[in-house]
């Protein structure tokens, strides 16, 4: 017996096969995602009521930022900077295309998605160094950095809500839940 194709099985059976899928993001780049979001509104949530319990989530949030910076280099290819931040001239290109719903699909992380990944981490980066600051001799008690961290964190929450917003055009522009993808790792063919 020979194999069908999909539109044989679909005429012979009446029934319509799964679409494949392909493997794209790892667990580590999966468990890193959820886990970095979880220790954010932890600490978020715990913010000057509980001061040691949010010192440790920063430093927490800290290390695994780390330890995805360390994956971008020597993870799987779709973990790897390399292969999914793109020139500004691409980004921009790629940014008009999702303007006017062309933008061509892509199975790991698209220019944009990059640059917010990059912008992300910068801003946690700003985030955790005044968070630290905080806590040195220098600068402890400091009301104008305590407003600066602050400031930072929400900057950091308007950068994941438009990382959200990103994450539903581009599902919608794809008709692909993302959101699904970076649950199994896995993406339509």
Same mark, same amino acid.
């Given at each position: ?5 999909g539109a044989q099985a679909i ?15 790892d667990p580590f780049v999966r ?13 978020? $949530? ?25 994956? *971008?280099?020597? *993870? ?31 199975? *790991? ?48 929450? $308007? ?31």
């Amino acid at each position: 017996m020979t194999e069908m194709s999909g539109a044989q099985a679909i005429a012979e059976t009446g029934r319509a096969q799964p679409p494949a899928t392909v493997k794209v993001w790892d667990p580590f780049v999966r468990v890193f995602h959820w886990t970095l979001i979880a220790l954010i509104l932890a600490a978020f $949530a715990t913010g000057e009521d509980a001061e040691q319990k949010h010192v440790m989530l920063g430093y927490a949030i800290v290390v695994i930022v780390g330890l995805r910076l360390a994956w *971008g280099f020597v *993870g799987p290819k779709p973990a790897r900077f390399a292969s999914f931040v793109k020139s500004p001239a691409e980004t921009l290109r790629y940014l008009r295309e999702t303007i006017t719903m062309r933008a061509p699909r892509t199975f *790991g992380h698209n220019p944009l998605g990059a640059m917010m990944i990059l912008a992300l981490i910068a801003a946690i980066g700003v985030v955790s160094w005044t968070g630290y600051l905080l806590t040195t001799d220098a600068w402890w008690g400091s009301e104008q950095l305590k407003e600066i961290h602050e400031a930072s964190v929400y900057g950091l929450f $308007a950068l994941v809500a438009a990382h959200v917003a990103g994450v539903v055009w581009t599902s919608l522009e794809q008709r692909e839940n993302l959101v699904l993808a970076m649950v199994t790792g896995r993406k339509r063919a």
